[in-house]
């Protein structure tokens, strides 16, 4: 059982679409991430979610809604997709926001604009 | 502002030649260091977490060292099932927040 699952492992969309990513985990933990990684691998932080509420809300446009229905799952909405949208995103949990805690990412969901 | 540096970006070594990783840090109450690999297509895989100043983790041919501005991952005769990306991240702040501030990495090839 795959512990962090993301979906679709690829989107290739025209610019101006909606989309979705969902992120969904089996390890029991209380805080979820999104994390974009750039086209020279450069991770940064987007939001996170510990216990279904918001605790991190990064510079991103709020044309990106993340959403948390329970704590097992964390979906990224993106509205009016751009050409710079296109990265990998990462959705990632830990234990808790604690130092000690370790973050575990899923695979990815690489996003093409056209 | 918080900042993670690595160093080299590239590096290529012949199987059996050891070498080293660094990752400087310029942070604001280094909470936790923390090294990841990853493979081409897929997400970041934890190697190591480091909290203070002297400490030292080892897996396998990996060792990984923390100093108050940097630390370093140290590969003894790499084989080339090493050759990945490497990620240094570093918690910092009073905030407890999880959020973690990645350097841009290093991609390691091992030749055989």
């Known amino acids: 059982d795959t512990a962090v699952s993301q979906t679709p492992k690829y989107l290739v969309t025209q610019m101006g679409n909606d989309k979705s990513i969902k992120c969904e985990q089996n390890l029991g933990h209380d805080t979820m991430y999104w994390y974009k990684q750039d086209s020279k691998k450069f991770l940064k932080i987007m939001f996170s979610?510990?216990?279904?509420?918001?605790?991190i809300n990064e510079t991103v446009p709020n044309r990106f809604s993340p959403k948390s229905p329970d704590k097992a799952h964390l979906n990224l909405h993106i509205n009016s997709l751009e050409l710079g949208d296109s990265a990998v995103y990462f959705c990632?949990?830990?234990?808790?926001?604690?130092?000690?805690?370790?973050?575990?990412f899923g695979a990815g969901t690489r996003l093409s604009v056209l | 502002e918080d900042q993670v540096t690595q160093s080299p970006e590239a590096l290529r070594l012949q199987e059996g030649e050891s070498s080293s990783l660094n990752c400087s840090y310029t942070?604001?109450?280094?909470?936790?260091l923390f090294w990841y690999r990853q493979d081409p297509g897929k997400g970041p895989e934890f190697l190591f977490t480091l909290y203070s100043a002297g400490e030292e983790k080892e897996k396998e041919r990996l060792k990984a060292t923390l100093t108050k501005k940097e630390s370093f991952l140290h590969i003894t005769a790499p084989k080339p099932e090493d050759s990945a990306t490497y990620l240094c991240a570093v918690q910092a702040g009073s905030g407890n927040t999880g959020k973690l501030i990645f350097g841009q990495g290093t991609t390691l090839q091992v030749k055989p």
């Open positions: 942070v604001s109450g280094l909470r936790g």
């Open positions: 990632a949990s830990s234990l808790s926001t604690l130092a000690k805690n370790i973050q575990y």
């Open positions: 979610y510990n216990n279904k509420e918001l605790i």
